[in-house]
């Protein structure tokens, strides 16, 4: 191969240059946009299991419905580091901890190349938020993306960490640069940024940018070293990258860095057996009844059972009131472009699973779930105006529905818009529900209740992005004021994506009535709660939506044991949790989400995730910027995030990293030194088997916080005495010097036990 060769690879003309072509896909969680994918539980569901053996089936499932559906390229795993709670899209990848996303990860992406599907990590080198991360404004006038601010330490130790560990350990031949700029610079545009996988990891694959935006300057990011300039990807011309490789300016670049781009392409499609999208085609490998099993299985090896009081598992034949089980579509998969399309024929409903398994539903309500309201009308007392300003200048639009005049708007440029509404005197509280594309402050009689931005609802594929807040009874009218901007929102109308407002009032009463005369002959009340989060949104806070928690209060007051099950990605505050018997957290569990319900609460199966990410009691202990901050984010915190964060800072979380309850009684009854490891016996109680995992964790050095540096899962038969080795991960305690990561010597004092907050026993470990 020459260098025409490679100047047509260099332009994504793959076959031009006698390499093979690539269809790309996104898929961290599943195959997206493909109908009969399996919606399998989300990535940091994955996590939570702690299960490497999982991983690899898991991996295997992506990478042999990709190859069917004809993509040979994979966005999966993701690797960003959950920094904070708020971030839409922690549901794509694998939690706080760089040991435990790294294994995982690595675990997946071996497993997806192993059926000839080249895994591309994402997204480097540090991506942790979506508020600001493309910018604002249509695609001709977009305004740059956040930077974020962090340390070299922290950037290697922490967020680089888990890229490393998956090329280094496993091989990966991919990996996709983020949108925001890191340090000032864009990582597709940075030389520093596009030679670290290479000098420091022997990365021999190739690089690729995010959709649209990653790239600003494209002749910087080819000088950089950027492989390809666009994602393999059947899209609209409007999806094209903001700044595009031409033809002339590759005809700039040397010989040997055209040579290596070509090199690192080729390396990565001969590294995983590559062949044309078309040769994998196979209708009948998609969705099959094995990977439904293997699905059911991981939602139940990651549901984590937060809080029992013993109520679980439910005795058989219990009579069950069964609220929020409406609406199943936002609370079993994560929004944004890794959502995997429903298959609606495949979906059970809880009702008929519970019942499967032998309880008795003796009544249904539903639970105020988060999703969009039909627009507010005019009339009834109810007034409606709108004021929409563009470059045309300000002016009123009649309206006689709570939906904003977009199409009036000059598309062109930014816009902006104040709907208000007029209200009549309310008996009751209503949940004002605002769902939108673009960024909205929410007020009731001038004073500011909520605020929100979203990229997009939906955005590509999963559930809207619904903004909420509740509306006290009142016996005199108020105002309602919705002020909009177009601000962060796509416009790509050929994708259905483009700034859009719709504004909605629904009754609490009614829902809480109905729940709790749902109660009447029941043994238990099971609620399902939480949020729809995904790609093109950060979460507002970490409540419930608006009226749920009221829900959990008036089925508690009922003096029913009330089993709570939380969805979604993120932390959730419960201020409720001690008024509740039980809290079950399945997070985004796929399409078998009912019958791994139904399975856990009758104690058929156990609950077996672990939190992969710490749960705090109130704020987080990494801050959150001011809403209006959207151009730099300073990492000031280090390495200290999560659990590490909360030991530097004293203050205890609600549920600790790491921490999961099951049904089985095992105990840590032992623990000494093996080697370079730790030998840790358990023993499991007569009454029914179970599963542990056991954790370690040390201090890389002297006044450092507390990290994972070990993990194994362990399933054990009633009465079981077994003893497990668990090697101390060198590369945990590893630092960095200023140049590289310099491996961890001498003798260390490993702490033992079931999660970051259960630590057991001490171990001294000597490392040569």
């Not at 640069?177 to 340090?183: A, F, G, K, L, Q």
């Not at 209708?283 to 139940?300: F, N, P, S």
Request: hydrophobic share 45%; charged share 20%.
């Amino acid at each position: 191969m020459g260098r025409d060769e490679d100047a047509r690879i260099a332009l994504n003309d793959l076959a031009g240059g006698g390499a093979v072509p690539m269809h790309v896909g996104d898929g961290p969680c599943g195959v997206t946009a493909h109908p009969g994918a399996t919606v399998v539980p989300s990535s940091l569901n994955l996590a939570a299991t702690f299960d490497v053996a999982l991983a690899d089936g898991y991996g295997t499932l992506l990478g042999t419905e990709s190859r069917a559906a004809g993509r040979n390229v994979l966005l999966a795993p993701g690797l960003d580091i959950a920094r904070s709670p708020w971030a839409g899209r922690l549901g794509e990848a694998l939690g706080e901890d760089p040991l435990l996303a790294g294994t995982i990860g690595g675990h997946v992406a071996r497993a997806v190349q192993s059926c000839g599907v080249v895994s591309v990590l994402k997204h480097y080198p540090a991506y942790h938020f979506e508020r600001g991360r493309t910018g604002e404004g249509p695609k001709p006038l977009r305004t740059p993306a956040r930077d974020v601010a962090i340390d070299a330490r922290t950037l290697h130790e922490l967020y680089v960490e888990p890229f490393r560990r998956v090329v280094q350990d496993y091989g990966a031949q991919g990996m996709l640069c983020c949108y925001n700029r890191v340090n000032g610079e864009y990582p597709s545009q940075s030389r520093e940024l596009q030679r670290v996988p290479r000098r420091l990891w022997g990365f021999t694959g190739f690089t690729v940018p995010d959709l649209v935006f990653a790239v600003r300057d494209a002749r910087a990011a080819l000088a950089a070293g950027l492989d390809l300039p666009r994602l393999a990807i059947e899209a609209p011309e409007e999806l094209d990258p903001y700044a595009p490789r031409t033809a002339a300016m590759v005809d700039e670049v040397p010989d040997e860095a055209l040579a290596d781009i070509g090199a690192h392409v080729r390396a990565a499609a001969e590294a995983v057996g590559l062949e044309p999208p078309e040769a994998g085609l196979d209708a009948v490998a998609i969705g099959t009844a094995a990977h439904l099993e293997l699905a059911e299985r991981i939602a139940v090896e990651s549901a984590i059972l937060l809080a029992n009081d013993g109520v679980l598992p439910l005795a058989p034949g219990s009579r069950v009131a069964l609220v929020g089980a409406e609406d199943l579509a936002h609370r079993i998969v994560l929004g944004g472009a890794a959502s995997v399309v429903i298959t609606d024929a495949r979906l059970a409903s809880v009702r008929d699973a519970l019942e499967a398994q032998e309880l008795t539903v003796v009544a249904e309500a539903e639970g105020l779930a988060s999703v969009p309201a039909p627009p507010l009308r005019a009339g009834d007392g109810v007034a409606l105006s709108c004021v929409l300003t563009d470059a045309a200048g300000a002016r009123e639009v009649a309206i006689d529905e709570a939906v904003l005049p977009a199409d009036a708007a000059d598309a062109a440029a930014p816009w902006e818009a104040t709907l208000t509404a007029s209200l009549p005197p309310t008996g009751g509280a209503q949940v004002i529900a605002v769902e939108f594309a673009g960024e909205v402050e929410l007020l009731v009689d001038g004073e500011a209740v909520a605020r929100g931005f979203r990229d997009a609802s939906p955005l590509l594929g999963g559930p809207h992005y619904v903004l909420d807040a509740v509306l006290p009874a009142a016996e005199r009218g108020r105002t309602l004021e919705v002020r909009y901007r177009t601000g962060p929102a796509f416009v790509s109308p050929g994708v259905g994506l483009v700034p859009h407002l719709s504004l909605g009032l629904v009754p609490v009463d009614p829902a809480l009535d109905a729940a709790v005369a749902a109660t009447a002959g029941a043994d238990v009340a099971v609620v399902i709660v939480g949020r729809p989060t995904g790609g093109g949104m950060d979460a507002e806070d970490l409540g419930l939506p608006a009226g749920q928690a009221a829900l959990i209060e008036a089925l508690a007051a009922t003096g029913l044991p009330v089993v709570a099950v939380t969805h979604g990605s993120g932390p959730i505050d419960m201020p409720w949790r001690d008024r509740v018997a039980a809290v079950l957290h399945l997070g985004f569990a796929g399409e078998r989400m009912p019958q791994a319900l139904a399975a856990l609460l009758t104690g058929e199966a156990e609950p077996g995730g672990r939190l992969p990410l710490t749960w705090p009691d109130g704020p987080p202990v990494v801050p959150r910027e001011e809403f209006g901050e959207k151009d730099r984010f300073v990492y000031a915190e280090g390495v200290d995030i999560g659990y590490r964060g909360h030991q530097r800072t004293g203050i205890a979380p609600a549920f600790w990293f790491g921490h999961g309850l099951g049904y089985a009684d095992i105990a840590l009854v032992g623990a000494e030194s093996a080697g370079d490891g730790v030998e840790v016996v358990l023993e499991c109680g007569e009454g029914r088997g179970g599963k542990a995992v056991a954790q370690l964790y040390a201090r890389p050095a002297d006044e450092e916080t507390l990290k994972l540096v070990g993990f194994a899962v362990a399933r054990l038969a009633a009465g079981e005495r077994r003893a497990v080795r668990i090697p101390v991960d060198r590369d945990a305690l590893a630092a960095w010097d200023g140049e590289a990561m310099t491996a961890a010597a001498g003798t260390y004092a490993v702490h033992v036990g079931f999660s970051r907050g259960d630590l057991r026993a001490e171990v001294a470990v000597t490392l040569a």
